[in-house]
């Protein structure tokens, strides 16, 4: 009898499984372009292929394309070259003329097996950091340490920011191990730089979401518009947790701040929001990761970057 309810069982299993033949359109390879425009530096532009969402083949960087970077009345073309990585043999496309901040860039790139791509961006002018202030506390308070920014916005213009601090942190040998948000790493003292976590209550810097602990906004990144003081001077305030009195000799505490593009702006906050989405047992909804390419994919984003060294 228990044998006849098994044979059953199978039987209404198999009975019941469906198959479903998807047809699949064949996804046609786009270009991915990607490349950061910074003044005083050179181009290099960073080609590649899409892939079909159940392709299996290799994403490769693509070869003898014609690239043409242009600006004003002028244009030059790109010449290919490659750096060599652990053996890993990547190619690019530069050239040695020095970029200019303030100046609109147009890039386009041809190749046989692709369609054409265009896309343009703007290196945003020099960030005018006018001074900084940073007060120690009394240690016992849960932040503390204080850091006040005074810059004037540049004015007949968006302007797009974000804010990063880097402090080292040690680690004897035989505790190394790797984090991609290190920026750096000193194999002989074993000194990591990582960023430090900032909190503010600007409302400049607010994204709309719950306070924590007393501050509108937490992160390690602080991503902010111009639309509450544009073409004015401005004060950013920033609580830390770090103390200053534990720092060795020689350590160090490095401000970037940073000038965007508004194309380069919509892309980082898209990744932002792609890797702080929230995760719930029922699936997240999807962040589509922002591109400016035309008929392709990618970034092409201007940036002017301020580096600052703030301790000692």
Not at 92 to 116: A, G, M
Request: aromatic residues 16%; hydrophobic residues 35%.
């Amino acid at each position: 009898m228990r044998n006849y309810i098994l044979s059953i069982s199978i039987l209404f299993t198999i009975s019941c499984e469906t198959i479903v033949e998807l047809d699949m359109p064949i996804h046609q390879p786009v270009i991915v372009l990607n490349s950061t425009l910074e003044p005083d530096s050179v181009c290099n532009v960073f080609l590649s292929h899409s892939r079909g969402a159940f392709d299996e083949n290799i994403i490769n960087t693509i070869k003898d394309a014609n690239v043409t970077l242009s600006y004003e009345d002028l244009s030059f073309d790109l010449h290919q070259d490659s750096i060599v990585d652990y053996s890993e043999v990547t190619y690019y496309y530069t050239h040695p003329n020095k970029l200019i901040s303030s100046l609109e860039y147009d890039i386009e790139v041809n190749h046989s097996d692709y369609k054409s791509v265009f896309s343009s961006t703007r290196i945003p002018q020099n960030i005018n950091l006018l001074n900084y202030e940073i007060n120690s506390f009394d240690t016992t308070e849960l932040r503390p340490t204080r850091l006040k920014l005074h810059f004037i916005d540049n004015t007949n213009e968006d302007n797009y920011y974000r804010i990063r601090l880097f402090a080292p942190i040690e680690y004897e040998d035989g505790d190394y191990y790797w984090d991609d948000k290190w920026s750096q790493y000193d194999f002989n003292k074993f000194v990591k730089y990582t960023e430090i976590e900032l909190y503010s209550n600007d409302p400049s810097l607010s994204d709309g979401s719950i306070p924590w602990e007393g501050y509108s906004f937490t992160g390690s990144e602080a991503f902010f518009t111009d639309d509450l003081f544009d073409g004015e001077q401005k004060e950013l305030v920033f609580d830390l947790d770090l103390d200053l009195n534990n720092f060795a000799a020689g350590d160090s505490l490095f401000l970037e701040f940073t000038s965007f593009s508004e194309d380069a702006y919509n892309y980082m906050y898209s990744v932002r929001r792609s890797q702080n989405s929230f995760v719930s047992p029922f699936g997240t909804e999807p962040v589509s990761i922002y591109s400016n390419i035309e008929n392709g994919i990618g970034i092409f984003m201007g940036a002017n970057i301020l580096d600052t060294l703030l301790v000692p």
